[in-house]
T-cell receptor, first 116, second 114 residues
Framework: AQTVTQSQPEMSVQEAETVTLSCTYD???????LFWYKQPPSRQMILVIR??????QNATENRFSVNFQKAAKSFSLKISDSQLGDAAMYFC?????????????FGKGTKLTVNP | DTGVSQDPRHKITKRGQNVTFRCDPI?????LYWYRQTLGQGPEFLTY????????KSRLLSDRFSAERPKGSFSTLEIQRTEQGDSAMYLC????????????FGDGTRLSIL
């Protein structure tokens, strides 16, 4: 079974600085998708960025980018120029393509605090 | 696009009672998912529908849990004979078909068992 591990329960960053959140996963599949979701306090979970495993190029979305290392099964999220609104729980998620399963497998999350 | 809507936002009930939650997906999304999230954890998959067909169920979905999507639009999740361990946030998500398509989440229903 696939597992997702986020080894940093909490992280903090100064406003305007850069922070990197870590994620590792375990799978025997070669084709899959990886996602980072953001969950602000008492608000809905929203997609931040996604990466297709067959793509070597790292995904970027404005201030958000990933470092995808397929061989190492690592998928870290870098937030540049951190803003107060970036404070939230961040979840890394895996979605396989074999066996017809459509489920997302989530890590336990990293709580990001942004200090003014 | 009005987003995924869940009702109620919060449900408080006594142990042993039955509860039912509703999820209205984004209108053009044919896939609908239910997840459960407990404090300090990431969401855990419960079940998913493609149109009205329930295609996958997690072993977390005990016999006391049942989900339906009768017309391929909204879905309900019922928990019978609630237990303390059922206290959690129940999240609904929807997506269009396609492995690379992201799931869009609702605000969730927080269940508290007294």
């Amino acid at each position: 079974a696939q597992t997702v591990t986020q080894s940093q329960p909490e992280m903090s960053v100064q406003e305007a600085e850069t922070v990197t959140l870590s994620c590792t996963y375990d799978t025997s599949e070669s084709d899959y998708y990886l996602f980072w979701y953001k969950q602000p306090p008492s608000r809905q979970m929203i997609l931040v960025i996604r990466q297709e495993a067959y793509k070597q190029q790292n995904a970027t979305e404005n201030r958000f980018s990933v470092n995808f290392q397929k061989a190492a099964k690592s998928f870290s999220l870098k937030i540049s120029d951190s803003q107060l609104g970036d404070a939230a729980m961040y979840f890394c998620a895996y979605r396989g393509t074999q066996g017809g399963s459509e489920k997302l497998v989530f890590g336990k999350g990293t709580k990001l605090t942004v200090n003014p | 696009d009005t987003g995924v809507s869940q009702d109620p936002r919060h449900k408080i009930t006594k142990r042993g009672q039955n509860v039912t939650f509703r999820c209205d997906p984004i209108s053009e999304h044919n896939r609908l998912y239910w997840y459960r999230q407990t404090l300090g954890q990431g969401p855990e998959f419960l079940t998913y529908f493609q149109n009205e067909a329930q295609l996958e169920k997690s072993r977390l979905l005990s016999d006391r849990f049942s989900a339906e999507r009768p017309k391929g639009s909204f879905s309900t999740l019922e928990i019978q004979r609630t237990e303390q361990g059922d206290s959690a946030m129940y999240l609904c998500a929807s997506s269009v078909q396609g492995a690379n398509q992201p799931q869009h989440f609702g605000d969730g229903t927080r269940l508290s068992i007294l």
